[in-house]
């Protein structure tokens, strides 16, 4: 099977995307859809799967798909470049997954990880819902019904793309040459694959409420970068700072260039020198921290403006959501169509089967 460059992304409408999202993924996305080299990119809206572990409550995801819809439009995906699509409205999703549920065995989806880390995010040890151990075979169907070859992800994520590898694997070996085989595309910066949040924690996470969201307004933002988890060390500005483990300077990794220096803190040419006097003391945080708020400033001002703009134009993205799902359904459709026959269960439209049976009862 010939292999074309097509690209599958998402995320879960639990709530409103965050500069982990942002740097980990999101921004790698806009600049793949505008270099161009690809023969088709979706962005999907997965709902499917944020219901595995919020069954009970789904006016969370209904709430949720909008925002994260006007995020991805806000950040420059652009409709006429990419299919954004919602999971839950591409029935052969469904499909694909119930199919793929035959080539994996419950002890290889235990040992998963991704998953095995999330069972105890969210204590479901003793109470695990079927529908959650198995969403990285619904993941595995999500890329592969596409033939999408290449994933953006955070790092977090390549043991789903290991899993879809397999059952890719598993289904070509026992019906034919059907599925193409996906491979991850992390963040070039190291230091973005896993954003802090504010607080100091490991990750940024809206669950544990220490995210910096791309919709928020100047106030907020802030009053979250102010907030931020430094040395603690550092009582007074003349005492010597660390910057390792540092929120503020790991943001600054991520987000400062020279040009920011010059623009807005030109008493140092780049984060270097602004590292050693912190590290020498001397330097205070507040200082550091209204230098931040300049950086991510000029990162999420464009942002917001875009943001604003489709807020006033709500039909205008329900049309642009309404759309790409029925693309997306069309492509379902026909790979589904492929599959069945691979799989020898598209009884009425196999003429061969059908002179079979009509031979046999003769």
């Known amino acids: 099977m010939e292999e074309k460059n097509i690209i599958l992304t998402g995320d879960r409408p639990t709530g409103r995307l965050h500069l982990g999202h942002y740097v980990g993924s999101l921004k790698n996305r806009v600049k793949m859809q505008n270099e161009g080299n690809y023969e088709k990119m979706y962005v999907m809206i997965a709902d499917s799967q944020a219901l595995t572990d919020n069954f009970d409550n789904p006016e969370k995801i209904r709430e949720n798909l909008i925002e994260v819809a006007l995020d991805y439009l806000s950040l420059g995906i652009d409709p006429e470049k990419v299919t954004i699509f919602v999971q839950s409205q591409v029935e052969e999703l469904t499909e694909l997954t119930f199919y793929f549920l035959n080539l994996v065995t419950l002890s290889r989806l235990e040992r998963n990880p991704t998953v095995k880390t999330e069972i105890k995010q969210k204590s479901f040890e003793t109470s695990l819902p079927a529908g959650f151990l198995i969403y990285p075979v619904s993941q595995a169907a999500d890329i592969l019904l596409f033939d999408a070859n290449i994933i953006p992800v955070g790092v977090d994520q390549e043991p789903m793309l290991e899993q879809a590898r397999e059952i890719a694997r598993s289904f070509n070996n026992i019906y034919g040459n059907v599925f193409t085989e996906p491979h991850a595309i992390l963040s070039e910066n190291k230091k973005a694959q896993r954003m802090p949040g504010i607080d100091g924690a490991a990750k940024m996470s809206k669950s544990l409420g220490n995210a910096i969201y791309l919709a928020d307004d100047k106030k907020t933002l802030k009053k ?101 799902t029925e693309d997306a359904r069309e492509v379902g459709r026909a790979k589904i169509k492929q599959v069945k026959e691979a799989m020898g269960i598209d009884y009425f439209a196999d003429s061969r089967f059908l002179d079979e049976i009509k031979d046999k009862y003769k």
């Open 224 to 324: 979250k970068v102010m907030s931020m988890y430094t040395d603690p060390d550092h009582i007074n500005i003349d005492d010597p700072g660390k910057v390792e483990g540092n929120i503020v300077f790991t943001y600054l990794d991520v987000f400062s260039n020279d040009s920011h220096f010059e623009k807005y803190l030109s008493d140092y040419k780049n984060l270097d020198e602004l590292k050693d006097h912190y590290k020498r003391g001397g330097l205070g945080d507040v200082k550091v921290k209204k230098f931040l708020i300049k950086v991510l400033e000029e990162e999420l001002e464009p942002i917001r403006e875009r943001r604003a703009y489709y807020e006033q134009n709500l039909d205008q993205v329900i049309d642009i959501l309404k759309r790409g």
